[in-house]
């Protein structure tokens, strides 16, 4: 896994922390009362937030991880260093598998990802605290961009 310093990943996790919905937001994810934040670490330093934004019509819905990519790919953004992700739950929670495709397009395979409990610090050991991973880890044996350049059989 790539490494990141103790500095950039607290400066993420602060991040995180304010990606997610507050009380006064709670309306981004009001049928599923089910907040996530995201912060999306770019290689120039810049750090991009997102948070779920629910649709009545559920596949309106975009997650917070896809929100902070789509607001960086939308800046002319497309490289990387580290994502945090943070719910409501005391443990880390994983991106859905809509997440982990989109992050393996845009992210690369060995780039930290932060899972982040809801109560941290505080959930020191009984909970686990920060799970540190990669998209590599959470998605093997992924389709990529690089797979659509490959030979086809002809039939």
Same mark, same amino acid.
């Given at each position: 896994?790539?490494?990141?310093?103790?500095?950039r990943?607290?400066a993420?996790?602060? @991040?995180?922390?304010?990606?997610k919905p507050?009380?006064?937001?709670f309306l981004?994810?009001?049928?599923?009362k089910?907040?996530v934040?995201?912060?999306l670490?770019a290689?120039?330093?810049?750090?991009?937030?997102?948070?779920?934004i629910?649709?009545a019509?559920? %596949?309106?819905?975009?997650?917070?991880?896809?929100?902070?990519i789509?607001? @960086?790919?939308?800046?002319g *953004?497309r490289?990387?260093?580290?994502?945090a992700v943070?719910?409501?739950?005391?443990?880390?929670i994983?991106?859905?598998g809509?997440?982990?495709?989109?992050?393996?397009?845009?992210?690369?395979?060995?780039?930290p990802?932060?899972?982040?409990?809801?109560d941290?610090?505080?959930? %020191?050991?009984?909970?686990?605290?920060i799970?540190?991973?990669?998209?590599?880890e959470?998605l093997?044996?992924?389709?990529g961009?690089e797979?659509?350049?490959?030979? *086809?059989a002809?039939a």
């Open positions: 896994m790539a490494e990141l310093s103790q500095e990943k607290d993420l996790i602060a @991040a995180v922390f304010e990606g507050s009380y006064s937001f981004l994810s009001p049928y599923s089910f907040r934040g995201a912060a670490l290689s120039d330093g810049t750090i991009i937030k997102g948070a779920n629910e649709n019509s559920y %596949g309106g819905t975009i997650c917070a991880e896809r929100t902070a789509v607001k @960086a790919a939308s800046d *953004r490289s990387f260093t580290a994502l943070v719910t409501d739950v005391r443990s880390a994983s991106p859905c809509l997440c982990r495709q989109v992050i393996r397009e845009f992210c690369a395979q060995d780039m990802i932060l899972l982040v409990p809801a941290y610090p505080r959930s %020191g050991v009984e909970i686990g605290g799970k540190e991973t990669s998209i590599g959470l093997p044996d992924s389709f961009p797979h659509l350049e490959l030979p *086809r002809v």
